[in-house]
Antibody
Framework: EVQLVQSGAEVRKPGESLKISCKGSGDNFRNYWIAWVRQTPGKGLEWMGS????????RYSPSFRGQVTISADKSVTTAYLQWSSLRASDNAMYYCARQLSPVYYYYAMDVWGQGTTVTVSS | EIVLTQSPATLSLSPGERVTLSCGASQSVSSDHLAWYQQKPGLAPRLLIY???TRATGIPDRFSGGGSGTDFTLTISRLEPEDFAVYYCQQYDSSPLTFGGGTKVEVK
């Protein structure tokens, strides 16, 4: 059974950097796109971008391009989401999720991590 | 960007009832690339339906999806106690992928 396990809740100050992780189990981790999704009470669910761990090909939503960096290390079957300078508006729950099809750049998401809460507060 | 609008925002129903949720797209979603998710408090979303009408692994057959173009539906034929939750539609036809605002199905 494929599982995605995310790193724990984080509390940071505005302007600080942060990198959260999503570790996948199973040999096929590198062959499926991994998406990052933000959830907030105000804006709901938002796709941030997706990465193909096999070659680190990455696609970003225009809303998040330049605001975050998505990366992956296939040797440890882990995807990452990082910020160089956090803002209060980054307060949210962040999910990683596996895209169901290994063929398409974009697809439905069938396996989700448990979520990582990011709190940015001075 | 394809905007997805879900209606209504909240539905108050009783166990055993049949419910149909709606999802409207601002432009045509070709290739039927539309999915439905269920989310319960404190948990991640769970994939129910993809490609408009294909049930995900382990999803009971009381859940069914339909529609095409700009109008899509999720039907629950008979509400079970565990079905009270928030439901989201999502399109993956074009980037950026987008989600609807959700419909909450609550106990009447």
């Amino acid at each position: 059974e494929v599982q995605l396990v995310q790193s724990g809740a984080e509390v940071r100050k505005p302007g600080e950097s942060l990198k959260i992780s999503c570790k996948g189990s199973g040999d096929n981790f590198r062959n499926y796109w991994i998406a990052w999704v933000r959830q907030t009470p105000g804006k709901g669910l938002e796709w941030m971008g997706s990465i193909y761990p096999g070659d680190s090909d990455t696609r970003y939503s225009p809303s998040f391009r330049g605001q975050v960096t998505i990366s992956a290390d296939k040797s440890v079957t882990t995807a990452y989401l990082q910020w160089s300078s956090l803002r209060a508006s980054d307060n949210a729950m962040y999910y990683c999720a596996r895209q169901l099809s290994p063929v398409y750049y974009y697809y439905a998401m069938d396996v989700w991590g448990q979520g990582t809460t990011v709190t940015v507060s001075s | 960007e394809i905007v997805l609008t879900q209606s209504p925002a909240t539905l108050s129903l009783s166990p055993g009832e049949r419910v149909t949720l709606s999802c409207g797209a601002s432009q045509s979603v070709s290739s039927d690339h539309l999915a439905w998710y269920q989310q319960k408090p404190g948990l991640a979303p769970r994939l129910l339906i993809y490609d408009t009408s294909t049930r995900a692994t382990g999803i009971p057959d009381r859940f069914s999806g339909g529609g095409s173009g700009t109008d899509f539906t999720l039907t629950i034929s008979r509400l079970e106690p565990e079905d009270f939750a928030v439901y989201y539609c999502q399109q993956y036809d074009s980037s950026p992928l987008t989600f609807g605002g959700g419909t909450k199905v609550e106990v009447k």
